[in-house]
């Protein structure tokens, strides 16, 4: 994966929502990209005080704009300035999500970066309906912070079910931080494991169903340490049987990540419902923060290490 150029920051300009925002400095500083600062005014608000304030509308609208306008600024040169980076201000109206998009694919952005909390849209990002739609609504990666950033991601978490191509989380993970250490996982159930019993399979048949699964599993976990560590420090994976979202919890908790790279996995139809399981799930409950992403294959040879 070529180095980040380009990151789109989305923020409502709460306190919470600026995580996101210095997150991002951080990341740029590392890898010498520019950074936009993307702030949205939601054109119901807009719309919202014609109606209620008629005339006088106009000018509170203006104030409105002027007053984000300002604040952004300020913002953006504050980062520019404690990073020595690039930042580049961008104020819009409209509908939140749209832009965000539209605005991602005129930068070409690397990466869309948004905050777990704020004051308007960002926090119903982890109810379910908004991070679904901003997921689907673009394909590129989309990291969510949620923590306090003080330092580069040291230990990432990058959770894989061999859908896809699991070296392209392994390549952004490295993107995002080439001096982390990678933490590889693979969460696996037996498909249709209670219908199995149902069909008459012993215990001892489904321990031995078990066994060949962890073992085909074991095998394609090698193959991509083997890549992962081409680039930098890999930890000894993990392959484990239980749900996959309480697995990758517990993980994230045992092996102190600051951040889990996972993708949106399969396509069309398939890639909406996972994006509602695991997926979904994780964003809601982990501590750390999450990148999220295609498994496609971007790069044809590792990242490679300082």
């Not at 209620?52 to 106009?58: A, K, P, R």
């Not at 019993?197 to 066994?211: K, P, S």
């Not at 979202?245 to 092996?255: D, F």
Request: negative net charge.
């Amino acid at each position: 994966m070529k180095p980040f150029r380009t990151l789109l920051v989305a923020t409502d300009l709460s306190a919470p929502a600026r995580h996101a925002v210095h997150r991002a400095g951080l990341l740029a500083a590392g890898c010498g990209a520019r950074v936009v600062l993307l702030h949205v005014v939601d054109m119901r608000l807009i719309e919202g005080l014609r109606h209620v304030l008629g005339d006088s509308g106009e000018l509170r609208e203006r104030r409105l704009l002027d007053e984000a306008a300002r604040v952004l600024s300020g913002l953006a040169d504050g980062l520019g300035r404690s990073h020595a980076i690039d930042v580049e201000a961008r104020l819009v109206t409209g509908s939140v999500l749209p832009e965000i998009v539209a605005s991602a694919e005129d930068i070409g952005a690397d990466l869309l970066v948004m905050g777990a909390r704020g004051a308007g849209f960002v926090p119903e990002l982890m109810m379910g309906t908004t991070t679904e739609r901003t997921l689907r609504m673009t394909r590129r990666p989309v990291l969510i912070v949620k923590q306090t950033p003080h330092e580069p991601y040291r230990r990432i978490l990058v959770p894989v079910d061999f859908s896809g191509h699991p070296e392209t989380a392994v390549d952004l993970a490295r993107a995002v931080s080439i001096d982390a250490e990678l933490s590889l996982m693979h969460a696996f159930e037996l498909p249709f494991e209670r219908k199995l019993h149902y069909a008459g399979l012993t215990d001892v048949e489904m321990i031995e169903l078990q066994a060949a699964t962890r073992a085909e599993a074991t095998l394609k976990m090698e193959a991509l340490t083997r890549y992962a560590a081409l680039s930098g420090a890999v930890s000894p994976s993990a392959i484990v049987y239980g749900r996959p979202t309480t697995r990758i919890l517990e993980q994230e908790q045992e092996q102190d990540c600051d951040l889990i790279v996972i993708g949106r996995g399969g396509s069309g139809l398939l890639a909406d419902w996972l994006l509602g399981s695991t997926t979904k799930r994780v964003a809601s409950l982990a501590n750390c923060d999450l990148l999220v992403t295609d498994l496609d294959r971007v790069n044809s040879e590792p990242v490679a290490p300082r």
